[in-house]
């Protein structure tokens, strides 16, 4: 019988083959991968640039000195724009002119809606495969919404905040028969009684909150709002209440129902009830976190010896003045002008809080709950150089919107305090 034998034949050659399809295949995910990577990468860079874009939108809700929708809606596709200019998608910069940038204004819900394209962005392996680029897009919505607290440093004074005053509720209040309201413009206002162009004793309208003569206090009447939007004519005519003049010290603390009442307040009675330690909170603010619809300690009036507290913090910029730049919309700052950061680095610029009216009801409380914070601009009180005492004027100041807050949403009246959130 014959043998045959069968040789193993070789798999060498296989092997090597599928070795390198392995090798192929390995080396294209890694390809993949890169540009994968570099796609999440632009991504994320256009999500940050949209992100950006509609904060920075967003923030004309917070800026009092845009005071109609128009102006509003410009601005903030302006800034929208500038912002997306200043970021980088795959190191080139983002063009806000092209129409791969659009921006959309929301006046109702305060929230700008910013979409950044880059619709071709090449590929580098991909390319094998018949690919050779890809496009990204993001889109982020950012809203001014309200909030119960603020972080600002305030001072000692607590103001009531304005009320829709009844027509009828035009009453006589004094002996003379001058009434609350003397010229019938519906502000609260002073009139040049002796045209020396001061502010004397008596010249401040004085209002008295009534509520069963048809005052009423809403969230939609507070500083801030329309409510008075088309009153007054000429300086007195103001949108949004931006510029009101305000009394944030009347000049006899004995005023008690004046419609800027003011109380000293404090985070405990030590503070509202001591003179030295309200001066040295007006002098260099009380900076802590103050929330809306807690109580703090009052003294339910005002105490005497702040003033001169008041001249030295004013002192501290005298040249400035509010004859308004119509240009610029700011106070004139003197010869040089004011500086781009006014609103957070002149001493004149301080936030005040602001209480329900119906408080003022209730005087005797040593409690105030506040329902919104307010920025105001400190007016020169006398001419540098008075000698004390012979200052006869009260503490005025122009309203100059919100202040920006923080925490969660805040209480149901008052224009509360706003703070900027991506909500989308």
């Known amino acids: 019988m014959q043998r045959v034998t069968v040789w193993p034949r070789s798999e060498r050659g296989a092997t090597l083959a599928m070795v390198a399809l392995m090798i192929f295949l390995f080396l294209g995910l890694g390809a993949l991968t890169i540009?994968?990577?570099?796609?999440?990468?632009?991504?994320?860079?256009?999500?940050?640039?949209?992100?950006?874009?509609?904060?920075?939108?967003?923030?004309?809700?917070?800026?009092?000195?845009?005071?109609?929708?128009?102006?509003r809606t410009v601005e903030a596709e302006h800034r929208a724009r500038d912002y997306v200019n200043q970021q980088l998608i795959r190191h080139v910069a983002a063009d806000?002119?092209?129409?791969?940038?659009?921006?959309?204004?929301?006046?109702?819900?305060?929230?700008?809606?910013?979409t950044v394209t880059k619709p071709s962005i090449g590929l580098w392996f991909a390319r094998v495969f018949g690919v050779s680029n890809m496009g990204v897009v993001a889109t982020a919505t950012a809203q001014a919404q309200e909030v119960g607290a603020v972080n600002t440093c305030l001072m000692p004074v607590a103001l009531p905040d304005i009320w829709n005053n009844s027509a009828t509720n035009n009453r006589v209040v004094d002996k003379n028969g001058t009434k609350e309201d003397r010229n019938g413009d519906g502000l609260w206002d002073w009139q040049d009684l002796n045209s020396n162009g001061k502010l004397d004793p008596g010249e401040w309208e004085s209002w008295t909150y009534d509520q069963d003569l048809g005052d009423g206090y809403d969230k939609d009447s507070g500083y801030g709002t329309t409510a008075r939007n088309g009153l007054g004519s000429g300086d007195d005519a103001k949108t949004n209440d931006y510029g009101r003049q305000i009394v944030v010290q009347p000049l006899d603390s004995k005023d008690r129902a004046i419609s800027s009442y003011y109380q000293a307040w404090g985070r405990n009675s030590t503070d509202a009830n001591s003179a030295d330690s309200l001066a040295a909170h007006i002098r260099n603010g009380l900076c802590v976190q103050t929330s809306l619809n807690n109580f703090y300690a009052s003294n339910g009036g005002s105490l005497g010896g702040v003033t001169p507290a008041w001249d030295e913090r004013i002192n501290r910029e005298p040249s400035a003045n509010w004859t308004w730049d119509d240009a610029t919309n700011t106070p004139d700052c003197g010869p040089s002008g004011c500086p781009a950061?006014?609103?957070?680095?002149?001493?004149?610029?301080?936030?005040?809080?602001?209480?329900?009216?119906?408080?003022?009801?209730t005087p005797s409380d040593n409690g105030l709950k506040f329902n919104n914070f307010a920025r105001i601009f400190l007016d020169q009180h006398c001419p540098v150089g008075t000698p004390p005492g012979q200052c006869k004027q009260p503490i005025t100041a122009h309203f100059l919107g919100y202040v920006s807050g923080v925490g969660d949403s805040g209480g149901s009246t008052g224009t509360l305090p706003l703070q900027l959130r991506l909500i989308k």
């Not at 006014?342 to 009801?361: C, F, H, N, Q």
């Open 341 to 361: 950061d006014w609103l957070s680095s002149s001493p004149r610029v301080v936030t005040v809080a602001l209480y329900d009216p119906s408080e003022l009801l």
């Open 35 to 71: 540009d994968y990577g570099m796609i999440k990468s632009a991504e994320a860079e256009a999500q940050r640039a949209a992100d950006a874009s509609a904060l920075a939108g967003a923030s004309v809700f917070l800026d009092a000195s845009l005071q109609d929708d128009a102006s």
């Open 96 to 114: 806000s002119t092209s129409p791969d940038f659009e921006v959309s204004t929301d006046l109702v819900n305060r929230s700008v809606t910013t």
